[in-house]
């Protein structure tokens, strides 16, 4: 059957050979966030390597923060590959995007670690990730779009949704690998030096990606727009320095991806953090968890792209925020029960409260790991937090020496700014001491306790949330593409996609457990990203279009 300019047959369905085209696409697309997700996966064991002068509540934070610098750095990436995407084409972006990509993961697999280079160790992990989220920044906006412009009408939904599913086979693919390096050399060795390998791997898979983006064809829509002399000569001007396509990309961010982040963050990132940090289950199990949510959530990409062909992709992914927003704090609630139910037990019997002066109490994060929190409210938090038992606050008059209530039994904290180092060493420890075994002796756990996880339910609790997460991921690559017109439609759809992934999306692990050591509420970081999904649905819905049968020529 003959097929028209733009790669469809006469019946409007599209050809054998685009549908090659748009497999190769999305098939790169997943070793690329196989490596952008290597990172995030091992993040608390890459805090050991290469944040070692740091505490370890900072360790941790400080190792999602450079996690975190990879998605800070998305937009530059969107507006930089998104230009040359719209001037030179789309084919061009995916050679470039996935050669950063995979040079930069395998450097991370052979960067020394703190205690070979010091400083220059954290520093060089921070500008490889940063490279790395640059060329993720051009990355997706230029396969959603090529996808988008080889798809039919009536079906841009359905085919971008297999671009959607990349994400998460990334995610899947390196939990996979991390699984098996582990299983084959024991947590030991891997912890020691293991833990490279899955970096080292990426030198194979982009060699593989590399070549897969060489037999992929220019996306038609920019063939013609080509043909006819119709491409922006300016892309970032027109995409940002005219206020009609300008008010687009806000609410594109605000009212689509900000919402659709978060939720997409929660429930594949923090809720591993959560598993792990919070309830204390094996790393190993966790991952395994995770993955078979990711098993039985997957297929439900593909059907809520199909689903927003039919209905729209507005009622689709703003119903998965609003659901989602209502639903987390009972869920996460729910892991804790069925993961490590001492915990729950142990905070119901025994609740850990600590008395202070608030203004005695800071931050409890230190970026450079020079600051001692010295006053007696710093010290017992510090101890709760790098032990992980949950707790409330009470406030005391002003100077009042800081206490630790653990059920009944009462320990006093002590000041130790006045002290010289060896001896608040001495009183730290003793006091840490103490606090250990009253919590131990209250039931909280130091690690969970297999025969009590429910393995079952927790895999249905993460499903749930991955279910979430495929509402709202789902159909958001066709509703920005159709938003935006083909001249400046990568650079425009890039932008608010990446900040909206990048910096909402990307620190909801960071500023979740921030706020975790801030209130000691193992719950409270959850409000970060119920905040921003409900935003995006009420501006979603009050102010941003629908547009599954807008046309994608200009």
């Known amino acids: ?71 800070a750095v998305r937009p530059f990436g969107a507006i930089v590959f998104g230009r040359i995407g719209d001037l030179i084409g789309r084919k061009y972006t995916f050679l470039v995007t996935i050669i950063i990509m995979g040079t930069s993961t395998f450097l991370v697999g052979v960067l020394p670690g703190y205690s070979t280079i010091g400083v220059a160790a954290p520093v060089l992990l921070i500008l490889l990730r940063l490279l790395q989220g640059l060329a993720l920044g051009g990355e997706y906006g230029g396969a959603a779009t ?16 297999f671009i959607q599913i990349t994400a998460t086979f990334g995610l899947f693919l390196s939990l996979l690998v991390i699984l098996g390096t582990r299983l084959g050399l024991g947590t030991e060795a891997f912890e020691a030096w293991g833990w490279r390998i899955p970096f080292l791997i990426s030198a194979v898979l982009v060699g593989v990606s590399v070549y897969i983006r060489l037999q992929l064809h220019e996306s038609p829509v920019f063939q013609q727009m080509k043909a006819e002399g119709k491409q922006s000569k300016a892309p970032l001007t027109e995409a ?25 963050y929660t429930g594949q990132f923090y809720s591993l953090y959560f598993l792990t940090q919070s309830l204390k289950i094996d790393g190993t199990t966790a991952n395994l968890l995770i993955a078979g949510a990711l098993l039985i959530g997957t297929p439900f990409f593909v059907f809520f792209g199909w689903l927003s062909d039919k209905v729209g992709r507005k009622p689709v ?51 450079v790991g020079k600051k001692t929190f010295t006053s007696s409210c710093d010290v017992a938090k510090s101890v709760l937090a790098k032990k992980g038992i949950p707790y409330t606050n009470a406030a005391a008059p002003v100077g009042t020496l800081a206490t630790v209530k653990i059920g009944d039994e009462v320990i006093e904290s002590f000041e130790g700014g006045s002290l010289d180092k060896a001896t608040f060493t001495a009183q730290n420890k003793d006091f840490t001491a103490k606090i250990g075994a009253q919590v131990k ?43 935006f017109p083909t001249r400046i439609r990568y650079t425009s759809m890039s932008l608010p996609y990446h900040i909206g992934n990048g910096w909402f ?48 020529q200009d």
């Not at 940002?240 to 997409?264: E, M, S």
């Open 1 to 71: 059957m003959a097929t028209t300019a733009s790669g469809l047959r006469a019946d409007g369905t599209i050809g054998t050979s685009h549908k090659r085209v748009i497999l190769a696409s999305s098939l790169g697309t997943v070793f690329e966030w196989y490596d952008f997700y290597l990172y995030g996966s091992l993040a608390a064991l890459i805090g050991k390597q290469f944040f070692t002068g740091l505490n370890e509540t900072s360790q941790f934070i400080f190792a999602l923060l450079a996690f975190a610098a990879g998605f």
């Open 146 to 161: 090529y996808v988008a412009e080889h798809a039919p009408n009536g079906k841009r939904g359905l085919y971008t949704s």
């Open 240 to 264: 940002f320095g005219q206020w009609k396509n300008l008010r687009l990309v806000i609410l594109a961010l605000l009212g689509a991806t900000a919402g659709q982040a978060v939720v997409w």
């Open 317 to 367: 992914v703003l119903a998965g925020c609003l659901i989602a927003a209502l639903t987390m704090f009972p869920i996460f609630r729910g892991l804790t029960h069925f993961g490590n139910p001492a915990v729950e037990a142990a905070a119901a019997a025994a609740p850990v409260v600590v008395t202070a002066d608030p203004d005695a109490c800071t931050f409890q994060f230190d970026p």
């Open 441 to 483: 002796a209250a039931g909280y756990p130091e690690k969970a306790d297999p025969a009590q996880s429910n393995y079952p339910m927790l895999v249905l609790l993460l499903a749930i949330l991955v279910l979430y997460v495929t509402m709202v991921y789902g159909p958001i690559a066709a509703w920005l593409v159709e938003m």
């Open 505 to 552: 999306g990307g620190f909801v692990p960071t500023i979740g457990f921030m706020l975790v050591a801030w209130k000691g509420d193992i719950y409270y970081g959850l409000w970060y990203p119920v905040a921003v999904a409900l935003m995006t649905f009420v501006i979603g819905l009050f102010f941003v279009r629908e547009t599954k049968d807008a046309p994608l």
